[in-house]
């Protein structure tokens, strides 16, 4: 997939962009419109890769309220070394994994990041600095907040999908 150099003008929403499914293929982001999106940099290999069962139990729980779960495989970290057939198998088989999974990308910035992490960080949010960042996604499609993996300047502790101040920011999301 080619950079398509956003700027935080090109690109109204989430919802304008066309992404891949882990199988691939073609999946416009606008079905979601309407819905608070979570999105979050994947890999099967990483310490953190039990969020899977977090992530699917939230997408579970909340699916009535609005809420979607969309994760990207990355390679970005060395952690997700696997063809997408793989990677499937082992979400499906380890986790139930249910939410959808879209094909690996790069979300660190550089030339070759996905459009779809070149909006998320088009507001001045910061790229993952590692596997299982989230970001937040209002109903139309505006980033609502970051939330990174790992402490970061500012973030003292690091952000599961258990963390309260995270089911706080979502919570008030889905409410809006």
Do not use: R
Not at 42 to 58: D, F, I, N, R
Not at 118 to 147: E, R
């Amino acid at each position: 997939m080619t950079s398509l150099n956003l700027s935080a003008d090109s690109v109204a929403s989430l919802y304008d962009l066309k992404v891949n499914s882990l199988d691939g293929k073609p999946v416009d982001l606008a079905q979601y419109k309407g819905h608070v999106v979570l999105v979050v940099n994947v890999a099967s290999k990483c310490g953190y890769t039990p969020e899977y069962a977090a992530l699917q139990k939230l997408y579970t729980d909340n699916a009535d309220k609005g809420l979607v779960v969309l994760g990207f495989p990355s390679n970005d970290f060395k952690q997700e070394p696997g063809s997408a057939t793989d990677i499937a198998t082992f979400c499906t088989s380890k986790y139930n994994v249910t939410f959808p999974l879209f094909e690996k990308v790069p979300v660190k910035k550089g030339p070759d990041q996905s459009p779809v992490y070149q909006y998320l960080t088009s507001t001045g949010l910061s790229a993952p600095t590692w596997n299982f960042c989230k970001y937040i996604v209002d109903k139309s499609g505006k980033v609502v907040q970051f939330f990174p993996s790992q402490p970061l300047k500012g973030w003292p502790a690091t952000t599961t999908p258990d963390t309260q101040k995270f089911l706080d920011a979502l919570d008030a999301a889905l409410k809006g």
